[in-house]
């Protein structure tokens, strides 16, 4: 990821001071109409308002006046008692005055001590816990992906942004872009929140026809506004300058609900070859709903898939429909339905099943029976993966590496949220089955910085690799071949020197694929919190769960997937992160972990017989 950091003019520190000796001066008087208003007053408008945040407050309302219909309170934490970090509020430029309006924050709060203009705004990392070579907001709350598209030489990677804290809320479309799905340039947010509602996710297509009459080639997006006034409705917009700005159309929705569902969102748009028209999924609570349109502003119902599909309860959410090979043989296709689901993951909050199956221009019909789940990862932390369109025979799909457990709360700051790996998706058969196969793409062996190859070794009891030759803080790729020959259970442990480990093994006696995280680092970080204390029926918005039950777990994938005796292991280990890729995607399996030093140090085992490790390389990894 390729950081762009804009620096301030004076410290954010220097600037609390200077602020702090000389109050309400620099521009700004406060004006305070008791406890429910504070009008700020600004003259010589810099390009930011400064505004000081503590996580655990309540959300204030935040609102540009101009005067105009569409300006929209924005939900933002204002300290109150202490200030845990800073958030800039664009300022318009070239008028001499400014109003924004604060409400619902106390007059005595703190913030007010703090607030200030600003040019500039420092993103310089200060997490610990930030990746080295995954993508993540340069500051903000991030979810899910949205809108992925490839144009010109650029894939597009927008994103479910919150750019007034660290926690979800006021849904924009973040922005980044890349030349090779490794370096990520950070660009302006592409879509803000309106009156209309949060920007929720949704897809972007290249209208190669101009079918929308936005030019040829236009870049339009599709979203849902979600509100409590609207409720949750399709909305487009396009962009004529590759994706950097948009403009919402004027008759916004496109689409609303026929029969008033509440959880309708997350609209998927792809072109559709053999009707020459464009399709729109919807999740449509436990459904995925489709859609056909010419102009892509009109759209017909045309059927619904899903109910009783799959691992049960569940709530649909993020769809995706791509169509692949079968064993890389062209003649004989296959449609995907990739559903996010959450809750239904097996271990536990959000996770992404797909179905396999035949579309006939009007439904999908899935192989297998409805019991019949299969899993595009293992772990805990993959969520709303959706895929890059206008990608030619390559389905690139990136998930975010998070779960709506504990999202909300892991011990970051900052920032909160990142992707996983962009990974390869492509299907295979075992046992008479189609599955999908998620790989890192081939891309991230440009990550690679230097590799040191271990020699291959017997597995008697155990074997140390240490020091790990990592990159700058622990970043680094595993490759290696394991055959577990008569070995009850196999593999490694991931150590740090404070004894913190994942636990990597192959249970051959249970046939899986084990990722043990309760040893990680840190795995209690809502300790204090009581458990379930302040779960909303908005899962977005979940404040407290059982964090020590909901993080801290093992999770495990079926072998039975793998091509058997010897297993492929490509594992990526990054600041708070390990992925694990076998047999080219076979299995994946995506967990967050919060050890408090890099781990350093690969501890191998085998119990109940001899392992043999060939081929082991480790990579260290950085950009
Ligand atoms: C999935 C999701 C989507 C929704 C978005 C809101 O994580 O719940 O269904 O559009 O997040 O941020």
């Not at 992925?148 to 479309?173: A, T």
């Not at 457990?405 to 998706?425: C, D």
């Not at 690679?448 to 008697?460: E, Q, S, W």
Request: charged residues 20%; proline residues 5%.
């Amino acid at each position: 990821m390729k950081r762009i950091f804009n620096h301030l003019t004076m410290t954010l520190a220097t600037a609390a001071a200077l602020t702090a000796c000389q109050p309400q001066s620099n521009g700004i008087r406060l004006e305070h109409q008791g406890d429910t208003l504070t009008i700020v007053h600004i003259t010589n408008p810099t390009r930011y308002l400064i505004l000081p945040i503590q996580e655990s407050c309540n959300e204030g309302k935040v609102k540009l006046i101009t005067g105009s219909p569409a300006d929209m309170a924005m939900d933002v934490r204002l300290a109150v008692d202490s200030v845990e970090y800073y958030v800039p509020f664009a300022l318009p430029q070239g008028a001499k005055e400014a109003t924004v309006t604060i409400g619902r924050v106390a007059a005595n709060a703190i913030c007010w001590d703090s607030i200030r203009l600003a040019d500039t705004f420092d993103t310089t990392n200060t997490d610990y816990y930030r990746p080295v070579y995954h993508h993540t907001p340069l500051y903000g709350w991030m979810n899910d992906a949205n809108g992925l598209v490839y144009k010109d030489g650029e894939y597009h990677l927008y994103f479910q942004y919150n750019p007034y804290g660290s926690k979800w809320g006021n849904m924009h479309w973040g922005h980044s872009v890349s030349r090779d799905l490794i370096h990520w340039e950070h660009l302006d947010p592409a879509i803000a929140r309106d009156t209309l509602g949060h920007i929720f996710s949704g897809s972007s297509v290249i209208d190669k026809n101009n079918s929308a009459g936005y030019g040829k080639d236009a870049m339009i997006a599709f979203y849902t506004s979600a509100s409590d006034e609207h409720g949750q409705i399709q909305c487009m917009a396009y962009s004529n300058d590759n994706g950097r700005t948009y403009t919402k159309y004027e008759k916004n929705p496109i689409l609303t609900p026929f029969d008033g569902l509440k959880d309708f969102r997350d609209p998927k748009v792809f072109w559709y070859e053999p009707a020459q028209k464009w399709y729109m999924i919807v999740s449509a609570d436990k459904n995925m709903r489709f859609y056909s349109s010419t102009d892509m502003k009109n759209w017909e119902y045309l059927s619904q898939f899903g109910e009783g599909y799959g691992v049960q309860p569940n709530q649909f959410e993020c769809p995706d429909f791509v169509q692949l090979p079968v064993d890389g043989n062209k003649d004989n296709m296959k449609w995907v339905m990739i559903v996010n689901i959450n809750p239904g993951c097996p271990f536990g909050g959000s996770a992404t099943e797909y179905f396999v199956g035949e579309f006939d221009g009007k439904e999908f019909k899935c192989d297998t029976d409805k019991s019949v789940t299969k899993w595009l990862d293992f772990g805990k932390d993959h969520y709303a993966t959706v895929c890059f369109s206008n990608t030619g025979d390559r389905t690139i799909a990136v998930p975010w590496m998070s779960n709506w457990q504990y999202a909300n709360v892991t011990p970051i700051r900052q920032y909160r949220g990142a992707n996983a790996l962009p990974r390869e998706l492509s299907l295979y058969t075992k046992n008479g089955e189609i599955y999908m196969a998620a790989n890192a793409v081939k891309e991230t062996e440009g990550l690679r910085k230097g590799t040191t190859p271990v020699n291959d070794f017997t597995l008697a009891d155990e074997h140390l690799v240490s020091p790990l030759a990592t990159g700058a803080e622990g970043a680094c790729e595993l490759e290696m071949d394991i055959t577990p020959g008569k070995a009850q259970a196999t593999g490694f442990q991931l150590l740090n020197d404070k004894g913190e480990k994942v636990d990597i093994y192959l249970d051959m006696k249970a046939g899986r694929l084990v990722m043990d995280r309760t040893q990680s680092g840190l795995t209690a970080f809502g300790e204090k919190a009581e458990p379930h204390a302040k779960e909303t029926d908005d899962h977005r918005k979940t404040e407290s769960v059982n964090y020590i039950n909901d993080f801290a777990l093992g999770t495990w994938a079926p072998l039975s997937l793998c091509e058997g005796k010897t297993y492929h292991l490509d594992v990526f280990v990054d600041k708070c992160s390990v992925e694990i890729f076998v047999d080219g995607g076979r299995i994946a399996m995506t967990n967050l972990v919060f050890p408090t030093q890099p781990y350093n140090t690969l501890r191998f085992y085998t119990q109940g017989g001899e392992a043999e490790v060939k081929n082991l390389k480790v990579h260290q990894l950085g950009l």
